[in-house]
């Protein structure tokens, strides 16, 4: 199985199964940093509530939207989406947060970054035959334009440069799922109130 610490950072954001909608022109795909193929099988996204967090020297509320775009699990897969690993397969996941009283995360255009009042982060992953961690790779550079966000879908473009120049780029519509990890626990910030997390994380042949 998955390692426990790779399930926190992916941050397993929901028990969910369904359509994420209309499926996007021209979805997200490209080449992973260990060569393989990445194309997009199914997109999920969670709000967590909103909580005070510590990161850095700053406390305040923060905001997060996380986005997880899967190349293994399909959209007509029964069980649990984003607690359940697919044998061999690779994802990506994208964290947009904002420390703005109030603040979401809303239509417009978000760059890789780090600082006090917000961010960006972006990395790939893949699973071996036992859906153990096969690979893991912070984006070198990163962008996620959200054109359409609503109660119940995310829908935007994503466009990653990962280690050794691959490129995952694309089109996405996400559907939103309930979170099951705090707002910032799953940042890994100080403070907040851990989710109930993955009850169970199965290993998908």
């Keep these: 199985m998955i390692r426990a610490s790779l399930a926190v950072l992916l941050a397993c954001l929901a028990v969910a199964c369904g359509s994420s909608g209309s499926a996007p022109s021209q979805p997200v795909a490209g080449v992973l940093p260990d060569q393989s193929a990445f194309q997009l099988a199914s997109a999920r996204a969670a709000r967590p509530a909103s909580e005070t967090c510590t990161h850095f020297t700053v406390t305040g509320p923060v905001a997060v939207l996380n986005l997880y775009l899967d190349g293994g699990l399909p959209e007509s897969y029964p069980g649990s989406f984003l607690c359940d690993y697919r044998q061999g397969a690779g994802g990506i996941f994208a964290q947009l947060w904002t420390y703005q009283p109030g603040g979401a995360i809303g239509p417009g255009t978000y760059v890789l970054r780090d600082d006090t009042t917000g961010g960006l982060r972006a990395s790939a992953w893949t699973t071996d035959a036992t859906c153990d961690s096969a690979g893991f790779w912070e984006a070198i550079t990163a962008s996620v334009t959200i054109t359409r966000s609503d109660?119940?879908?995310?829908?935007?473009?994503?466009?990653?440069?990962?280690?050794?120049?691959?490129?995952?780029?694309?089109?996405?519509?996400?559907?939103?799922?309930?979170?099951?990890?705090?707002?910032?626990?799953?940042?890994?910030?100080?403070?907040?109130?851990?989710?109930?997390?993955c009850s169970a994380i199965a290993c998908v042949p």
Excluded at 161 to 169: D, H, I, Q
Excluded at 170 to 196: N, Q, R, S
Aim: some cysteine; aromatic content about 6%; hydrophobic content about 40%.
């Design 151 to 197: 109660a119940h879908h995310v829908a935007g473009h994503l466009d990653v440069t990962l280690p050794g120049g691959t490129r995952v780029t694309g089109a996405f519509d996400a559907l939103m799922v309930d979170a099951v990890f705090g707002t910032c626990e799953t940042l890994g910030f100080d403070g907040g109130t851990p989710g109930p997390g």
